[in-house]
C-alpha cells in the first residue's frame, strides 16, 4: 500500500511514521525546504509538545463542542501516548504549570529532531520544495496528489497542510481550498489564539513584563461582560500570554456586537490574589512604615518598577510626593490602578502571529475512529484543518500528534494498538 502524506508539519509527520510502522510505503510532501518549519518557532522555541492532563475524558472536554468527536482519537493516542512516545526515543520531557509539557532542554528542534530521526529509520520517502497543486478525485475516492504538473498516485492520502497562523512557516491555508473543491463543508479560518492589540501607544514602555498569575476583564458601557484569571504579558502592541491568547475569540467577537455601545475596555488586575480591601490596607501599612519616603519608593515591590511608575503616572498623584502626603483620593486611585488598570481594545494582530487559526473542515464530515473522509473513502484529514477550538497549553499540538497517528494507522477501526 502507498500512502501520500501532504504536509511535513506534526500531524503530518506523525501520521507518515505511523503509516511506515504498520507496513505501508510511504510518501511524505512539503513545500517548504525544511520539515517541521512551524515546529521550530512554537512556544517561542520552546515547544510546549502537549498538555499532560492524563485523564481522556477532561482532556477531550477541553477542547469544547469536539469533546464527542475526540474521545476516540484520543482513547487511541492521548497525551500520557505522546510522552511515552517521544521519551522512547531519547527525548526527556518535563511538566510546567497547568500541565504543560517541554522536552527537558526546552528546545523544539529537540521535538523535531527525535521526527526526522524516525522519518530516517522507518524509511519514509520525503520529497522537499514539494509543491502541491491540488487533489484529483475519481469515483468516489482520491486518484492521487497534483505534485509539480504531475500525478502521484496513492492508496490513501492524508491531508496535513495546516490552518493559516504564521503563513511565513508555509501555514497558507491551501488544504481548506481543496477540501471545499471537493464538496466538503469548510469554514474558512480566522486568526483564534492571537495576541491582542490596544490603542495606547505608550503600552510599549511597558514591554516584556510579564505577570505569572493576572485578571482580564472586558466591559462596554459600565458593564462588565468578561473575566478570567491566568498568565500574561505585555507586548510592544498590547497584551499576549495564554490567558490573552485564549480570550482573542471571545473578545473580537464581544467588540463586533457593542460596537456601537462604545470603546472595548480592558481591565488589567495585577493583584487578583487581594480583594480591594486588602490591597487598601497593604497600602496604608506602608504609608505608615514609611511615612516621609517619595511615593515613587515607597510603593516598590508593589508591582514591577516600570508598571509602578505608569500607575502613579494614571492615578495623577505626584512621585515626588511624601507618602504621609498621599491623600485619600490619590491612594484609592493607586489602588484602583493596580487592580483595574485601563487599556482600550484595538484588535486582534493579523495570521502572522496567531498561534493557531480558527476554522476548517466540519467534524460532521470525517470519521473520527479513522480520520476518514465521510465523502471520499481513502482521504485522511488532520490537525490543524479539522474545525476545532482548543486553548493554549499543549493542545493544538496533542491535536496533531492523535488525529496524525489515528490516520496513519492502517487498520480497522477496532484494531489499534500503541507501536
Known sequence: MH??????????MMA????????????????????????????????NFTNAEADVRTLASLYGEAFRALLSPFTKFDSQHCLQWFASRGMPYHIEDNQRAFPADNRAESVLRVLVDELKRQKVTVQLSAQVTGLQASEGRIAGVLVGGRLLKGDRIVLATGGTSHPETGSTGDGFGWLSELGHRVRFPEPSLVPVAVKERWIGELQGLSFAQGRLEAWVAGEKHLARNGKFLITHFGLSGPLVLNMASELSSLRQKTSRQGELELRLNFRPELTAEELDRDLQERIASAPGKKLKNGLAGMAPPRLMAKVIEASKADPEKPLNQLTRE???????????????????????????????????????????????????????????????GGFSLQLCWSTGWVAGTIAKPTDFRLV
Not at 500512502?3 to 506534526?10: F, M, Y
Not at 510518501?27 to 521550530?40: M, Q, V
Not at 490537525?383 to 482548543?390: A, E, H, K, P
Open 16 to 47: 507518515a511514521l505511523r503509516s511506515a510502522e504498520c507496513g505501508a510505503r510511504v510518501t511524505l510532501l512539503e513545500k517548504n525546504a525544511a520539515l517541521g518549519e512551524k515546529l521550530r518557532i512554537s512556544g517561542g522555541g520552546r515547544c
Open 330 to 392: 490619590e491612594r484609592q486611585a493607586v489602588r484602583k490602578n493596580l487592580q483595574e488598570f485601563p487599556l482600550t481594545f484595538k484588535s486582534l494582530m493579523d495570521e502572522s502571529r496567531a498561534v493557531v487559526s480558527s476554522g476548517g473542515l466540519h467534524l460532521d464530515e470525517v470519521d473520527f475512529r479513522t480520520m476518514e473522509s465521510k465523502r471520499l473513502k481513502n482521504l485522511f484529514v488532520t490537525g490543524d484543518l479539522l474545525d476545532i477550538n482548543r486553548p493554549s
Open 3 to 12: 500512502v501520500i502524506v501532504v504536509g511535513g508539519g506534526p500531524a503530518g
